[in-house]
């Protein structure tokens, strides 16, 4: 038991509470920071560092493997039989006269040189619609696995469900060339199991980023760990282009053995790294074990016990907030789904440009993300740390992500055939979007972090639901004619959903934590149980050094703070 000085309203001593721990003890200068009873973080790398460096790797593994069929497509469909075959049947809801302003960019010109020199035709005559299929499937898995997941995290362990989600995605996606050469079919079906393996990430890192990392750092961390998603995609479209060409690889074939085996690695490292909780880490410090103990140890269930815990599913669907949180995070899916997978066929198709500058142009966005994603999250925190509230905080980030990139993408929409522009403004609309991972996308811990992985799994469950319709939707609207009209209803429509969807989650959203979190304990109850599980490191020896009697009182006659479980 740890004994404390502290203020009583009769007394004249220090403002503050002073530790009584001695000076050379581990937990000593970790406990106590002024009146806030706030715990002072740990100098120095830590457990939950390397835990937010494997799991941004693990991100980037896993939107290599998710976004490498967008890149392969590219290469795998013969493009000059699919425009004979539209020449020859030219039927379908898009098949009106084009309209009188300059739908498709270079009409009527020459193309450019290089574009003649590099041509990207592959064995599949594939049309837009089964391309949207195929681009879609992987979400239907994707979507089925969202709420299984994050039950599994809280259950089975969130470190497990993580990394072996990546690890059989990857095995699988080394088998995509095998399925894509026997027949479309298996194609698809490969990449729907796919996306039942990939479904679990999210629910599991949630779960593990709500035990491991404290709201003052919740920002940094969260959005360093998420970034991996755009490190991922940006470096898988930069080297697409290099390994389509390596012949000797089977062209497009690479793509898939290279993002599935740097998965196998990664899930090497992550297997003997990475642990479910503090408790469970052999390495962890003791101060840093406190500091994370003291906001997340449940009353009433020991932070090591494997008891599980029940998702109070009443509760939580009668919760307001929730909906919000379901709404803004499909539309920001969305606009974000449609960007990812169809950007390539956008530059390829409207733009003309060949695959080597089609990657570079839609690596650039991604990239740009990630810098201002992590410069948000520092100012996040820094307001948070500073008293501003976490609901503002929330919102306000997530209005920079969500309001300024529609105003773009309805820039993008009207902008025709100049390259410059197009390009400009679809990194800004990439780019600023990367504010929502210090809004709504770190919102779950924030409601209920006992139970962030299935909130995660339930609201992704629904907003994975647009990386289904999405590039489905953009394949009915296109169907064999991109013309600039028929894109330009692409982008509004995603605009739309992004100004929708955050109106929504800035009326009826919230960061208070809900009484449906319980058996997590609040703030102040965590704290006294960080001081208790000091005191037993401690056994007895506090007392005597700090001079106490042995019924708990101190001898020069100051009032004794008491931390009970």
Request: charged share 15%; proline share 6%; glycine share 10%.
């Amino acid at each position: 038991m740890v004994w404390l000085l502290s203020k009583d309203s009769s007394s004249s001593g220090d403002e503050n509470e002073r530790c009584l721990l001695d000076e050379n003890h581990p937990y000593y200068g970790a406990l106590v920071d002024g009146k806030r009873m706030d715990v002072k973080r740990p100098n120095g790398w830590g457990a939950r560092h390397s835990l937010a460096v494997l799991g941004c790797l693990g991100f980037f593994v896993s939107f290599s493997l998710r976004v490498n069929m967008s890149m392969a497509i590219v290469a795998m469909v013969n493009h000059t039989a699919l425009a004979e075959l539209s020449h020859q049947h030219p039927g379908g809801p898009n098949a009106s006269a084009p309209p009188p302003d300059v739908d498709i960019c270079h009409q009527g010109k020459a193309a450019p040189k290089e574009e003649v020199v590099i041509t990207e035709d592959g064995p599949f005559v594939w049309t837009e619609m089964m391309q949207g299929v195929i681009l879609s499937s992987y979400f239907v898995g994707y979507t089925v696995s969202q709420i299984p997941g994050g039950r599994l995290a809280e259950r089975v362990g969130a470190a497990r469900t993580f990394g072996g989600g990546i690890f059989l995605t990857a095995l699988l996606n080394l088998l995509t060339p095998v399925c894509t050469h026997w027949r479309v079919e298996a194609l698809i079906f490969i990449r729907a199991l796919q996306g039942v393996a990939s479904g679990v990430t999210c629910p599991a890192i949630h779960f593990m980023l709500s035990r491991w990392v404290p709201p003052p750092e919740r920002s940094r961390i969260s959005t360093f760990v998420y970034i991996g998603k755009q490190l991922g995609t940006a470096m898988t479209i930069l080297a697409s282009g290099p390994l389509a060409g390596w012949r000797w690889a089977g062209g497009w074939q690479s793509i898939f053995y290279v993002t599935g085996g740097v998965g196998v690695l990664w899930y090497m490292c992550w297997l003997f790294l990475i642990y479910d909780t503090p408790a469970q880490h052999p390495r962890i410090s003791a101060r840093e074990r406190l500091y994370i103990d003291t906001y997340f140890k449940p009353h009433a269930v020991p932070a090591d016990s494997e008891k599980p815990v029940g998702f109070p599913w009443k509760q939580a669907l009668m919760s307001r907030p929730l909906y919000a949180l379901i709404v803004v995070h499909f539309c920001q899916n969305w606009g974000d789904y449609m960007i990812m997978t169809e950007l390539p066929t956008y530059i390829r198709t409207v733009l003309h440009y060949p695959l080597s500058m089609n990657a570079f142009y839609s690596a650039i966005p991604q990239l740009v993300k990630v810098v201002f994603a992590l410069t948000v999250s520092f100012m996040s925190d820094g307001l948070v740390n500073s008293g501003l509230g976490l609901s503002a905080n929330r919102k306000l980030w997530n209005s920079v992500g969500m309001y300024i990139p529609a105003l773009m993408m309805v820039g993008v929409s009207y902008t025709g055939c100049h390259d410059i522009a197009v390009i400009s403004l679809m990194v800004g609309t990439v780019g600023f979007n990367g504010a929502i991972f210090s809004g709504y996308n770190i919102n779950h811990m924030d409601l209920a972090p006992n139970f962030a992985g299935t909130l995660m799994g339930l609201t992704n469950c629904v907003a994975t639901l647009a990386g289904v319709l999405a590039p489905f939707a953009t394949g009915y609207v296109i169907n064999g004619h991109p013309t600039l009209e028929n894109w330009r209803t692409v982008f509004m429509t995603a605009a739309g959903f992004f100004v929708f969807g955050n109106t929504v989650f800035c009326v009826f959203g919230t960061a208070k934590q809900q009484k449906w979190n319980e058996p997590l304990a609040m703030y102040e109850n965590n704290l006294g149980l960080a001081y208790s599980e000091a005191g037993a490191a401690e056994k007895g020896q506090g007392k005597k050094d700090a001079g106490m009697t042995g019924d708990g009182t101190k001898k020069d006659g100051w009032p004794l703070k008491k931390a009970v479980l």
